[in-house]
């Protein structure tokens, strides 16, 4: 009897060192990235970043997607309709491990859709553009997660939304969808806007 149970204990702990773990793994394992985990599997980014990798993952809660959503007057579930939402999810995603004790402040790095994010380090904790990273170096087999509070937009116009350069500059508004907002009234406070090629926040009605 003791020769069998040696046995199975042999075998169970052979499996489970052969199982592995990947971004993605974190992803769908976790009760607070449902949205993240939608959007990934709808824009078919689920074998990509299962893959050998290895992978940085910015993972935006969902509170991060609900606050993005609520600043452009959406439900959660519509920023799935996004045409620029697999751009907007690379952006989140860095070739390569990047761990916490590889950041400094100023620091900036490309994400594999080709914008840069850049880092803020201080003894408040570590930034990554306008993101505060609340859950840092969750290691997998093939990279690292940090969970971060907020939903990564580029600040380059051309990048985050398609307006053709003969409105860009016309001092309307919009929003990072690209739709015309008729005035500054209806933007939502702490919403994101665009006027002019730039990307703001109104915090003042």
């Given at each position: 009897?003791?020769k069998?149970?040696?046995?199975f204990?042999?075998?169970?702990?052979t499996?489970?060192s052969?199982?592995?773990?990947?971004v993605?793994?974190?992803?769908?394992?976790s009760?607070?990235?449902?949205l993240?985990?939608?959007?990934?599997?709808q824009e078919?980014l689920?074998e990509t970043?299962s893959?050998?990798?290895?992978?940085?993952v910015?993972?935006?809660?969902?509170?991060a997607?609900?606050t993005l959503?609520?600043s452009?007057?959406?439900e959660?579930?519509?920023l799935?309709?996004?045409?620029?939402?697999t751009?907007?999810?690379?952006?989140h995603?860095?070739g390569?491990?990047?761990?916490?004790?590889?950041l400094?402040?100023?620091?900036v790095?490309?994400?594999i859709n080709?914008?840069?994010?850049?880092?803020g380090?201080?003894?408040m904790?570590?930034?990554v553009?306008?993101a505060m990273?609340?859950?840092a170096?969750?290691i997998?087999?093939?990279?690292?997660?940090?969970?971060?509070?907020?939903v990564?937009?580029?600040?380059q116009?051309?990048?985050?939304?398609?307006?053709?350069?003969?409105?860009?500059?016309?001092?309307?508004y919009?929003?990072?969808?690209?739709?015309?907002i008729?005035?500054?009234q209806d933007i939502p406070?702490?919403?994101?806007?665009?006027?002019n090629?730039?990307?703001f926040?109104?915090?003042v009605?």
């Open positions: 009897m003791k069998i149970i040696m046995t204990g042999l075998v169970l702990t499996l489970v052969l199982a592995q773990t990947t993605v793994d974190i992803i769908v394992n009760e607070d990235h449902t993240l985990e939608a959007a990934v599997v078919g689920v970043l893959g050998e990798g290895p992978f940085t910015f993972a935006p809660t969902d509170s997607f609900i959503a609520t452009l007057d959406l959660p579930t519509d799935l309709n996004l045409e620029n939402l751009d907007i999810l690379t952006y995603v860095v390569g491990s990047v761990l916490s004790t590889d400094s402040d100023g620091l790095v490309n994400a080709g914008g840069s994010l850049t880092f380090v201080d003894t904790g570590v930034m553009n306008d990273v609340t859950v170096d969750i997998t087999d093939n990279g690292v997660v940090h969970v971060i509070d907020a990564l937009i580029e600040p116009v051309t990048n985050v939304i398609e307006i053709d350069n003969n409105r860009v500059n016309n001092g309307i919009y929003n990072i969808t690209g739709q015309e008729r005035s500054y406070l702490n919403g994101f806007y665009i006027r090629g730039q990307k926040i109104k915090t009605e």
